[in-house]
């Protein structure tokens, strides 16, 4: 399991004072960013010279409770399974100050060439990354 | 049903070239905005004088195709389901270029207080565009 | 003078509740790519098949009055200036219930190699249009 | 002088694969918001127990060298000048690889009742904060 920690920001919220929905995904992006931090490189070089990327294919969000303005909340990504050329990862956003689970999202990825836009075998440092995962 | 159209904006894609997987939430909501636009004030009156909101409890979203900046899509949305505070939406995003499913979403949401943040009973209009959907 | 017009949208506002004030510059970029509708392929072809950017190295903005979620507004864009390699627009953002400018900026590009990053002449095209303005 | 640092996001970069400029307007209010950490509860308390905000009326920006995705940077604010009921922050973005200067911004803010939306007299600890700065 690999953790971010941080408080929602002043345009995280939307016109009725809660985060958008639409920020949960991005709040996991971030996880997964982190969790790869691993890789020689990061993600960044995943992405931008290797090339490969790991779209989504489907994410299934759960919404508990809201996050407003400033509240401090974590992201624990863990993965939950790993195929061939794609693996699921489970996010929980906790809303730190009563420790409320505010959001929980499985997210299934596909390893991408991100030229040709085909699916490839995931690349061996990423499935190591994964299985630890 | 209900249809709205527009391109990708420019800084609707992200470090891969493509579409952000966040922004088709967004997307989502564009189009239950314009699916209230029928009731008085549209979806604005409805959040900032009625105090009323439609927060997601869930969000369950398949990628399928990619959208690229510039792309021209459209976004469909019918409803699935309407229960006593809840209704299902279903949408469809279509690439118009070549008319292929790029994304689909079930997105259910809870007719909702905004101050108390409580659940309440689904306002009658609400109901009705609803029902019509 | 190019026009567009919309409304402000649900995840445009901040914690204040007003539309946050890195989102006029975006508003101002939707208006200089419509202000572009008029080339081949438009502002996305001159990106992605020319690769030619017109990246800011100049933002100058007044803020008088605010905008809030479902403000409808319109974004005025003129071109105050033509250089060999660079351009100044302005922009009106006007809130449409009490016709008050809610915002103007000046806003100076630099035609620019998207692969070499480097500026470049004005194409024709883009010279012409901005002539036009 | 107050100095935040992180990384380009994936999702902060536009179509011609460069930092949006937009987004350097959301990097310069993430160093506010640290600035006012000394205040009692930071500056979300001050927004959303206060009801005390600080809208921009004027924000003047200068665009040197591009971020891509995953670049580090810094953003340094420091207090240009302070009035009665308005304030001056000037920023530099530093891209953190070569210590170039990718932006720098001015940004007159003005102390503002948000529920009357009324310039108000500077409160005692932001005033001492922007001394301080």
């Known amino acids: 399991m690999v953790v971010i920690r941080r408080q929602v920001r002043f345009d995280e919220v939307d016109a009725a004072g809660l985060v958008f929905f639409a920020r949960y995904a991005a709040f996991a992006h971030e996880a997964m960013e982190a969790f790869f931090d691993g890789l020689e490189g990061g993600y960044v070089a995943l992405i931008t010279r290797r090339r490969v ?3 989504a294919v489907k994410l299934e969000s759960q919404f508990h409770a809201p996050l407003r303005y400033g509240d401090a909340f ?4 863990r993965v939950a399974r790993v195929g061939g ?4 990862f489970h996010y929980r ?3 730190e100050v009563d420790e409320v689970l505010a959001a929980e999202m499985h997210h299934t990825v596909v390893t991408t060439d991100l030229d040709a836009l085909r699916s490839i075998e995931m690349p061996a440092d990423v499935r190591a ?5």
Chains 1, 2, 3, 4 share one sequence.
């Open 85 to 88: 050329r794609s693996a699921v």
């Open 53 to 55: 990327g790991l779209p």
């Open 74 to 77: 974590r992201v624990e990504i």
């Open 129 to 133: 990354a994964l299985e630890r995962g």
């Open 93 to 95: 956003v906790v809303r």
